[in-house]
Nanobody, 120 residues
Framework: QVQLVESGGGLVQAGGSLKLSCAAT????????LGWYRQAPGQQREWVAS???????????EAVNGRFTISIDNTKNTVNTVYLQMNSLKPEDTAVYYC??????????WGRGTLVTVSS
Protein backbone atom coordinates (compact mmCIF):
# COMPACT_ATOMS: atom_id res chain seq x y z
CA GLN A 1 0.00 0.00 0.00
CA VAL A 2 1.10 3.53 -0.80
CA GLN A 3 -0.35 6.71 0.67
CA LEU A 4 -0.02 10.00 -1.17
CA VAL A 5 -0.84 13.44 0.23
CA GLU A 6 -0.54 16.55 -1.92
CA SER A 7 -0.10 20.14 -0.77
CA GLY A 8 0.87 23.51 -2.15
CA GLY A 9 -2.01 24.38 -4.44
CA GLY A 10 -3.58 27.81 -4.49
CA LEU A 11 -4.40 30.90 -6.50
CA VAL A 12 -1.70 32.61 -8.53
CA GLN A 13 -1.62 35.20 -11.29
CA ALA A 14 -0.54 34.29 -14.79
CA GLY A 15 3.24 34.30 -15.05
CA GLY A 16 3.63 33.36 -11.41
CA SER A 17 4.97 30.24 -9.73
CA LEU A 18 3.79 27.55 -7.36
CA LYS A 19 5.46 24.50 -5.89
CA LEU A 20 3.43 21.40 -5.20
CA SER A 21 4.52 18.69 -2.79
CA CYS A 22 3.45 15.09 -2.48
CA ALA A 23 4.37 13.04 0.57
CA ALA A 24 4.49 9.39 -0.41
CA THR A 25 4.61 6.76 2.31
CA UNK A 26 4.30 2.98 2.33
CA UNK A 27 5.79 0.33 0.07
CA UNK A 28 7.77 2.29 -2.51
CA UNK A 29 10.73 0.79 -4.34
CA UNK A 30 13.35 2.48 -6.49
CA UNK A 31 11.69 1.11 -9.61
CA UNK A 32 8.33 2.70 -8.86
CA UNK A 33 7.23 5.75 -10.82
CA LEU A 34 5.99 8.83 -9.00
CA GLY A 35 4.47 11.80 -10.70
CA TRP A 36 1.63 14.16 -11.38
CA TYR A 37 -1.55 14.25 -13.39
CA ARG A 38 -3.99 17.13 -13.65
CA GLN A 39 -7.65 17.50 -14.45
CA ALA A 40 -9.10 20.78 -15.61
CA PRO A 41 -12.82 21.52 -15.25
CA GLY A 42 -14.77 19.53 -17.81
CA GLN A 43 -11.63 17.86 -19.13
CA GLN A 44 -10.13 14.41 -18.88
CA ARG A 45 -7.25 13.77 -16.54
CA GLU A 46 -3.92 14.32 -18.28
CA TRP A 47 -0.43 13.24 -17.37
CA VAL A 48 1.97 16.06 -16.45
CA ALA A 49 5.31 14.66 -15.32
CA SER A 50 6.92 11.61 -13.78
CA UNK A 51 10.15 10.37 -12.21
CA UNK A 52 11.44 7.05 -10.93
CA UNK A 53 11.52 7.02 -7.13
CA UNK A 54 15.27 6.53 -7.43
CA UNK A 55 15.44 9.93 -9.12
CA UNK A 56 16.14 8.93 -12.70
CA UNK A 57 14.03 8.87 -15.87
CA UNK A 58 12.31 12.23 -15.67
CA UNK A 59 9.64 12.98 -18.27
CA UNK A 60 7.30 15.86 -18.99
CA UNK A 61 4.20 16.46 -21.03
CA GLU A 62 4.82 18.77 -23.94
CA ALA A 63 2.44 21.37 -22.52
CA VAL A 64 4.59 21.90 -19.43
CA ASN A 65 8.10 21.08 -20.67
CA GLY A 66 10.44 23.96 -19.93
CA ARG A 67 8.10 25.50 -17.36
CA PHE A 68 7.60 22.72 -14.80
CA THR A 69 10.27 20.79 -12.93
CA ILE A 70 9.69 17.53 -11.10
CA SER A 71 12.06 16.42 -8.37
CA ILE A 72 12.14 13.90 -5.56
CA ASP A 73 13.58 13.78 -2.09
CA ASN A 74 14.13 10.14 -1.18
CA THR A 75 16.70 10.71 1.56
CA LYS A 76 14.29 9.97 4.40
CA ASN A 77 13.65 6.35 5.26
CA THR A 78 9.91 6.53 5.70
CA VAL A 79 8.76 9.08 3.17
CA ASN A 80 9.51 10.08 -0.40
CA THR A 81 8.51 13.62 -1.27
CA VAL A 82 7.82 14.50 -4.88
CA TYR A 83 7.82 18.14 -5.87
CA LEU A 84 6.43 19.92 -8.88
CA GLN A 85 7.88 23.38 -9.36
CA MET A 86 5.59 25.27 -11.72
CA ASN A 87 6.85 28.47 -13.31
CA SER A 88 5.42 30.81 -15.94
CA LEU A 89 1.95 29.60 -15.09
CA LYS A 90 -0.84 30.11 -17.59
CA PRO A 91 -4.62 30.18 -17.08
CA GLU A 92 -4.79 26.87 -18.94
CA ASP A 93 -2.72 25.30 -16.16
CA THR A 94 -5.73 25.69 -13.88
CA ALA A 95 -6.67 22.21 -12.69
CA VAL A 96 -6.73 19.81 -9.79
CA TYR A 97 -3.27 18.27 -9.62
CA TYR A 98 -3.02 14.66 -8.50
CA CYS A 99 0.05 12.84 -7.28
CA UNK A 100 0.31 9.20 -8.29
CA UNK A 101 2.57 6.20 -7.96
CA UNK A 102 2.85 3.16 -10.18
CA UNK A 103 4.86 0.00 -9.58
CA UNK A 104 6.33 -2.20 -12.35
CA UNK A 105 3.17 -4.33 -12.26
CA UNK A 106 1.11 -1.20 -13.02
CA UNK A 107 -0.55 -1.01 -9.63
CA UNK A 108 -1.48 2.63 -9.16
CA UNK A 109 -2.14 4.77 -6.12
CA TRP A 110 -3.52 8.30 -6.13
CA GLY A 111 -3.67 11.25 -3.84
CA ARG A 112 -6.81 13.32 -3.37
CA GLY A 113 -5.54 16.24 -5.36
CA THR A 114 -4.74 19.89 -4.81
CA LEU A 115 -6.35 22.75 -6.71
CA VAL A 116 -4.25 25.18 -8.72
CA THR A 117 -6.00 28.25 -10.07
CA VAL A 118 -4.20 30.64 -12.42
CA SER A 119 -5.91 33.96 -12.97
CA SER A 120 -5.41 36.00 -16.12
Amino acid sequence: QVQLVESGGGLVQAGGSLKLSCAATGSISSSDTLGWYRQAPGQQREWVASVFSGGSSINYAEAVNGRFTISIDNTKNTVNTVYLQMNSLKPEDTAVYYCYSEDPWRTEYWGRGTLVTVSS
